[in-house]
């Protein structure tokens, strides 16, 4: 949600239960518009909060001309300081698959798993049992990225792909039709497509490349695992990914106002 609007996003998304305090919303408030200008970004969104045992992180994500691509996230633990977080890799990824449980809400901890390796060919091979320790910060960079990549949804239209290849916002998007806005074929995964590139020629033959160069939630594997809901009569859009991400991270909804421009 954008930071200008910040109040008013909030609100759309208080029916989950999870809300925050008039004093964090008066912190961001602030803070958001300072970290603006710091990093000198063109647009800045609150992502949410992770929750954690000692303190909850704050998430927000800087963004430049380029949406997709220009994008960098950062935490707080207070709603005012604000700390810039290392972009995740799939090695970083992997790393993190291991660790269980809720985060401990500090940044320096680090978490510890035993890996066992094979060193050695033949008869010689032996095992011998490493200890790995990867601290919470990677994790929280990770567990954003992934979270990001699986349930950050767009409505159709509201991203426009350059001839150059930069992803922006289009700024002649006002909403879906109340038609429009009921078909799940028209909300696409904002991060780089996957099944797009396996289409065909023929797949793609009615295809406006300059809207459609996103996956489409649709296509996503089980079937039916995204729904959607309208709230307030038609005037507000609910998708909702039924199965979440796994138990471990936080399950998000995204809701889309119809009648003005939502990104």
């Not at 159709?156 to 792909?161: C, E, T």
Request: hydrophobic letters at 35%; one cysteine or more.
């Amino acid at each position: 949600m954008d930071s200008n609007t910040l109040y008013y996003s909030l609100d759309l998304v208080s029916g989950s239960g999870l809300v925050l305090s008039v004093e964090q919303k008066a912190a961001l408030q602030t803070s958001l518009v300072i970290l603006k200008g710091n990093y000198r970004f063109e647009r800045v969104l609150f992502w949410g909060k992770i929750l954690g045992i000692k303190n909850d992180y704050f998430i927000a994500q800087g963004v430049t001309q380029d949406r997709m691509r220009g994008k960098k996230t950062l935490y707080s633990l207070n709603c005012m300081d604000w700390h810039l977080l290392p972009p995740a890799t799939d090695t970083m990824i992997t790393e993190i698959s291991v660790v269980k449980g809720r985060f401990m809400g500090d940044p320096s901890y680090e978490y510890e798993h035993i890996e066992t390796k094979k060193l050695g060919e033949g008869d010689e091979a032996v095992e011998e049992e490493i200890t790995v320790k990867v601290k919470e910060e990677k994790r929280l960079a990770a567990t954003i990225s992934i979270i990001d990549k699986e349930v950050s949804v767009v409505p159709r239209g509201a991203f426009i792909k350059t001839p150059h290849g930069h992803v922006t916002s289009n700024r002649s998007f006002e909403g879906l039709s109340v038609t429009e806005a009921g078909k799940i074929s028209n909300y696409f995964h904002f991060s780089e497509p996957v099944n797009l590139k396996k289409k065909s020629l023929l797949e793609k033959a009615d295809l406006d490349p300059s809207i459609d160069f996103l996956d489409s939630i649709e296509e996503d594997i089980p079937k039916g695992s995204w729904s959607l809901q309208f709230e307030k009569g038609t005037d507000l859009v609910d998708t909702v990914d039924i199965f979440g991400i796994n138990s471990e991270t936080l399950t998000r909804g995204f809701k889309w106002k119809l009648c003005e421009n939502c990104i």
